[in-house]
Nanobody
């Protein structure tokens, strides 16, 4: 059973930066899709960013130009660098990974709070 563990969340002022990490218990080369989603209080979970087939990258319009997703295959870790954070970025951020077999995995989430 694959486990995904997020870290790096916390409280940051508007305009600040955070880097989230998602460490997998196995090789991330097994996943054709790895991404980040978020869920703000009272809202549905939404897509943030993803790496597909190890090379194609996609971002939600709301974060494009401010967030950067990357992966380190040797460390079995995916990162989300978040810059120019806004209060509306406040949410629990979840890591997601999909295998070509259809198996899907989620982490427990890490809370990001953007507030002065």
């Amino acid at each position: 059973q694959v486990q995904l563990v997020e870290s790096g969340g916390g409280l940051v002022q508007p305009g600040g930066s955070l880097r989230l990490s998602c460490a997998a218990s196995g090789s991330i080369l097994n996943f054709y899709h790895m991404g980040w989603y978020r869920q703000a209080p009272g809202k549905q979970r939404e897509f943030v960013a993803a790496i597909i087939s190890g090379e194609y990258i996609n971002y939600a319009d709301s974060v494009r130009g401010r967030f950067t997703i990357s992966r380190d295959n040797a460390k079995n870790t995916v990162y989300l660098q978040m810059n120019s954070l806004k209060p509306e970025d406040t949410a629990v951020y979840y890591c997601n990974a999909d295998e070509s077999s259809g198996m899907e995995y989620w982490g427990e989430g890490t809370l990001v709070t953007v507030s002065s």
